[in-house]
């Protein structure tokens, strides 16, 4: 097993991804609780693009919990990695990515005030959400190895997965139904 496959991954890279911008919008909650003050902080900062980028990191960790689901569902018995190195490693990235892209962001915006007590509060925030993002992890990857546990005609195989995603595994009929909004004659139960 590879080294990428015993940390979780590209689904853990991208759950950690999410992660940085998660907790580095808690971060700022926790420096500045109240709204006006917050907004201040973060437009003279250059933080302008911090709400933004949170919508576009919760669509990211949409799609790598979906990946590690469908990746494990259809991929075969990977071993789950262990919860504690997991959240080591990701905390490690967040961390780093963290601290990068604040000292980017306040320089470009030419104010380091403040900058020891974000990213101190700023470590915190993001050993929480690795905490919370490894869990997540071994939970997704759990649901799918007990999915992976039916009877093999229920499990999918990786190709089936992506004609679902593609639309093209419905019958053609069920399709065009499905696309005009017609459903099928009740049951009888």
Known sequence: MSARRANG???????????????????????????????ELLASTGHAYLGVAVEAGVLVVLVAAAGAFLGRLTGGGERTPRFRSLTTGLWGFQLVAFLLLETAE?????????????????????????????WL??????????????????????????RI????????????????????PPSGR
């Open 9 to 39: 991954g590209l689904p853990a890279l991208g759950l950690a991804v999410g992660g940085v911008l998660a907790g580095h919008w808690l971060t700022y909650l926790v420096v500045r609780p109240e709204h006006h003050g917050r907004a």
């Open 106 to 134: 306040r320089a470009v915006a030419g104010s380091f005030e403040g900058l020891v007590a974000v990213a101190v509060v700023g470590a915190v925030m993001q050993l929480i959400v690795a905490i919370g993002t490894a």
């Open 137 to 162: 992890l071994g939970l997704i990857l759990t649901v799918a190895d007990l999915a992976a546990g039916m009877p093999v005609a229920w499990r999918p195989s990786a190709p089936l997965v992506a």
């Open 165 to 184: 995603l593609a639309g093209s595994a419905l019958p053609h009929r069920s399709l065009a139904l499905l696309r005009a909004g017609i459903r099928g």
